[in-house]
Structure formats: C-alpha cells, structure tokens
C-alpha cells in the first residue's frame, strides 16, 4: 500500500442551475472530503491507496463507499456507524471561480466525528508508505484531535512518512485560537502543506514562506502555497520555489487537494522536489480547469513531459479547459497547452 488517509467525505449537493440556495429547485449529487480527494486521484494515477473514515449506517454511506471504492481506492477500514449519519453539506453553483457562494453543512454529530483512537483501525492506517491526514479532522471533535495526536506522536521508526495538509477551515472551529493545535500536529509530521495565507489566519505567521519555515522547522519538508504566485519547498534547510501555470480557472474547488495529490505522487516517484512541486501545480490546474470537485490528474507521461520544461518554457506554460485530454507525444509549444 503507497498512500492511506484518515478524514470524513460527505455527499455533497450543488444547484442544477445557478442561485441561492433558497431559490434553486434541485440539486446534483457527488461526494467531497479533502483526505478522499487526495487518495481518489491518486488511484486514478496507479497509485494503492486506502481510505479509513466512518460513515452512518444509511444509503448516504454506501453512496460514499461505492463512489469512492470506484476510483479504485481501499475502503475496507471504513467503519459502519449505525448510531450516527453521513454527513452531507450543499453548496451554491454561482460564481464557482470566486468567493461568493453559500455552504450548508450538516455534520454535526456525524459518524466521521465520532472517530478516534480507540475505534479507528490503527494498524490499517499505519499501513502504507505515506499517511496522509489533514486539520479538518482535528477540527471535528476532542476525539478527532486525539486520533490525529496518537498518529503524528507515535515512534515512526520504520512507520509511514506522515503528511499533513493544514487545511485550515474557520467555519470549523469555535473560536480562532482554537485552531493554534494545528501548529502543533504540523510540528510532528513529517511532510507540510501550508498555504501562505493559512498560516497567517491559523498561526498569526506574517513575513512570508521563510517566516513560516522559521516557525516550522521540524518538518523534513514543508510545502508552502502561494496561490497563483507558485509554491515554496523547504527540505532540511534547501529552498525550492517553482511558480504556478496560467490557469484559466473554471472552479477554485479542490486545487488544494489536487496539489497535494500530484506532490505525493511525486515524492512516491522520488522525483526531484522541484519536480514534486510542478507535479502539484500541474495536478492543482488539472482541478482548477473543470467544474467538478474531483477530476482526473494528468497522464503521467504528459505531465512529465511539462515538468521537463526550461524555466523560460515553464514560464510560459498557459493550460485551460481540456488541457488535460491533449496526447502526451502532442508536439504543439507548451506555451500553446492551453488549447484542448
């Protein structure tokens, strides 16, 4: 097993039509969860992955299980809950590209909140080479942030590289300083995804991706995103920055995910972590290019082929809708990717 990740998925629920969510007369049905996102294009790239949650034991879970097992991703660690629901939230279609839109949640009580140490199958998360887990789950309950604690505390001598994707979400938390634990969970992995923003909302950190690497220099690599400016690497005391394509956004919903899922798959290759990065960006631009929350990543030939750019070509790189269906011997300018 390469990849496991902990977190909850709920079903998720978007306006056939754009408008509020008091004006809009039905809804498409999909999944979310940003662990689930990570594992699902993993899979979707070759890669074994597994995925440990709980779900209730109602057609909401077995739509989650199914939907995601799909993807070619384990679920037998999933635990059935029959004392408390999936979650679901719905989320507006207007304005996808931006931040004007509504979300719903209803997981309060869920059965993904009531995970924790002592219910949750330790052996099959420790299981695979990396373990990726995020601060949404610490976010969910006391019982959440302990299982978090037991899993980034734990002796890893011979264990799994333990990634961490902050994911910091206000909604989430009851008052702001809560969310000062994940510094802390941030502190014992060992593989850290931060944005630059993040850090500044979450931990009070200004000054930018060496500020944040100042404050978080246990981590054997920390990965600080900058949004369209790119993305700072930090390996033991080596600086890497890569800056992002030009994206012609459809939806600004899962590049974050996306970008971990291209980095891992990267650090699995034991690419170089320039090249880890450009696979994240090109992952990332693979979400931002179509309106779904989970999309396929890139062929691995084709992204490899971007990734080979000069940093003039590289610069140039302009990708949009489609970009991703191109054939990878396609020998058109890179600067002319942005064409289906």
């Given at each position: 097993?390469?990849?496991?990740?902990?977190?909850?998925s709920m079903?998720?629920?978007?306006?056939?039509?754009?408008g509020?969510l008091a004006d809009?007369?039905s809804?498409d049905?999909g999944?979310?969860?940003a662990e689930?996102n990570?594992v699902?294009g993993?899979a979707?790239?070759?890669?074994?992955t597994r995925w440990v949650?709980?779900v209730?034991a109602?057609g909401f879970?077995d739509?989650?299980?199914e939907?995601?097992?799909?993807?070619g991703?384990?679920?037998g660690?999933?635990r059935?809950d029959p004392?408390?629901?999936?979650?679901?939230?719905?989320?507006?279609a207007?304005d996808?590209a931006g931040?004007?839109?509504?979300?719903?949640?209803y997981?309060?009580?869920s059965?993904?909140?009531?995970?924790?140490?002592t219910?949750?199958?330790?052996?099959?998360?420790?299981s695979g080479r990396?373990?990726?887990l995020?601060?949404?789950?610490a976010?969910?309950s006391?019982?959440?942030?302990?299982?978090l604690?037991?899993?980034?505390g734990a002796?890893?001598?011979?264990?799994?590289?333990?990634?961490f994707?902050v994911?910091h979400?206000?909604?989430?938390?009851?008052?702001?300083?809560?969310?000062r634990?994940?510094?802390d969970?941030?502190?014992r992995?060992d593989l850290?995804?931060?944005?630059?923003?993040e850090a500044?909302?979450?931990f009070?950190?200004?000054?930018g991706?060496?500020?944040?690497?100042?404050a978080?220099?246990?981590p054997?690599?920390l990965v600080?995103?900058?949004?369209?400016?790119?993305?700072?690497?930090?390996?033991?005391?080596?600086r890497?920055?890569?800056?992002?394509p030009?994206?012609d956004v459809v939806a600004?919903v899962?590049?974050?995910d996306a970008?971990a899922?291209?980095f891992l798959?990267?650090?699995l290759?034991?690419?170089p972590v320039?090249d880890?990065l450009?696979?994240?960006?090109?992952?990332?631009a693979?979400?931002?290019?179509?309106?779904g929350?989970l999309t396929?990543?890139?062929?691995r030939s084709?992204?490899?082929?971007l990734t080979?750019?000069d940093?003039p070509?590289?610069e140039?790189l302009?990708l949009g809708?489609g970009?991703?269906?191109k054939?990878s011997?396609?020998?058109r300018p890179?600067?002319?990717?942005?064409?289906?």
């Open positions: 097993m390469e990849v496991v990740a902990l977190g909850e079903v998720t629920f978007r306006p056939s039509v754009p509020r809009v007369p809804f049905r999944i979310g969860g689930s990570v699902c993993l979707a790239a070759g890669h074994s949650s709980a209730g109602d879970g739509h989650l299980v939907a995601i097992a799909a993807y991703v384990d679920t660690a999933v059935r004392a408390r629901p999936t979650g679901i939230y719905f989320r507006t207007a996808r931040d004007d839109h509504e979300v719903a949640y997981r309060a009580g059965a993904a909140s009531a995970m924790s140490a219910n949750t199958d330790l052996d099959a998360l420790r990396i373990l990726h995020s601060g949404i789950t976010a969910l006391d019982d959440c942030l302990g299982l604690r037991t899993l980034v002796d890893t001598d011979g264990g799994p590289l333990v990634s994707d994911n979400r206000p909604g989430l938390w009851s008052e702001p300083a809560d969310a634990v994940l510094l969970l941030a502190r992995a850290v995804f931060v944005g630059e923003d500044e909302d979450a009070g950190i200004t000054g991706p060496d500020a944040i690497r100042a978080l220099p246990e054997q690599i600080v995103k900058r949004g369209a400016d790119g993305a700072v690497a930090y390996e033991g005391t080596v890497t920055e890569e800056p992002a030009r994206v600004a899962g590049a974050g970008f899922a291209g798959s990267a650090t290759r034991a690419l320039a880890r450009r696979h994240g960006h090109l992952w990332a693979a979400a931002l290019t179509v309106a929350d396929a990543p890139p062929a084709h992204a490899d082929r080979a750019l940093r070509a590289w140039k302009h809708p970009w991703t269906a054939d011997a396609d020998e890179a600067e002319e990717e942005r064409t289906p």
